[in-house]
């Protein structure tokens, strides 16, 4: 098997390596450097010794102190020997690149939260999948879009201004082109990144649903030595909820600050009020003002308006009252009272009907998860609430 030499850059060791596994990192059997494989050929030559960086027995020698092509087949990783030590010589064993567990860390909590990790990590398909698919904002899991993080060469706080720069709309796809796909489908569907140096290029989409905006949400930085291809990326993630959600998909349970993260997201209540997207917001503002220390428990949309007027109407409960709005009419009434509410289906959608001591609502059109909302935020408040 063909061999070309490079010198370890710690050392200064001539070290020997199959000509086809020259994009790869290494670690020199003498001191130990790790280094990505990039220098140029000084000379070629057949039959070197080469170690295999893995755990288990190394193949023996032939008896040109080589290891056979067969040897080779399937293998990723070598530890080089130093050129001119003896075949026989025992070469130390050497341990893999850092497993996927050790090599993302967290390194601030607040506001979001910052992760970093080697460049070389945007080449597992795992990690470049591990956004969870709900809205980074407001944790919807319908009418989501796929955004790709730009991973810039300082760090953004608008990655979706990043992406109008590189050329508007061909870095998202939209809910119908992104139904039913896998992970991997999606990462080959997706377009490569233009303008940034590789590895970032390849895409790495996180969700953002109709109703909100993906600005500022997620930011992504790369720093890489474009001769050597070694680097380090950081990611911004401002929802420390969602933070958490990736970090332990992309493998980091047990990473650094892996704990410090889970303890402060478990501390930080995350109010009901912070995952109505922000349009929703503004309109459920129109007509519901809290009083006094009154807290916002869940606004379920009237479903007989389109989605994109959530806001507009529907039920709204806060640990004091219940509320139900549309543009003509505004009903409300205290926790003190007693309510019946009546389900039933039909035509492939949920009603609810809701009767109180001073008014009533024959329909309220809901789907199922806005009935499990009601429901439970009926009973978060103490409602006397009688369901039938």
Known sequence: MKAIHVKCPSCG???????????????????????????????????VVASWL???????????????????????????APEGSAPSEPQ????PEPAEKGDIRVVRIEPGVLFEFPASRLHNPELRSAFPRQCVSC???????????????QMMEDSISLEDEHSAGTLVLSDQEVHGLSAQEL???LPRVPNVPPPADLPM???????????????????????????????FIR????????????G?????????????????????WDDLPEVVQHRVQQWFQPEGEEQFVAYIPDRDHVRTEDGVAGVLISDRRLIYHTPRRHRQMSIEDSVELRTSTGGGKGSVSITTPQWSVRHVAVDRDGLTRMRRALSLSKFQAVWH
């Open 205 to 235: 989409p996180y969700w953002v649903c109709d109703m909100c905006s993906g600005s500022g949400q997620v930011s992504g930085q790369i720093q890489v030595n474009r001769e050597t291809g070694q680097g380090f990326c950081q990611l």
């Open 239 to 250: 929802n420390i909820h969602r933070g958490l959600e990736f970090m332990v998909r992309a």
């Open 92 to 95: 130390p064993q050497a341990q």
């Open 13 to 47: 060791a001539t070290l020997a390596v199959p000509s086809e596994m020259l994009k790869g990192r290494v670690r020199c059997g003498r001191c130990k450097n790790k280094f990505a494989l990039s220098a140029q050929p000084e000379t070629v030559m057949e039959n």
């Open 54 to 80: 893995t755990d288990e027995e190394e193949p023996a020698p032939t008896e040109e102190g080589s290891l056979r092509a067969e040897d080779l087949a399937g293998r990723e990783s070598l530890l080089l």
């Open 187 to 189: 990462l080959d569907r």
């Open 252 to 272: 980091g349970e047990g990473a650094e600050g892996y704990d410090r993260l889970k303890e402060h997201v478990e501390q930080t209540t995350q109010h009901p």
């Open 139 to 153: 944790q919807s899991q319908a009418h989501l879009k796929a955004h790709v993080v730009i991973y810039a060469g």
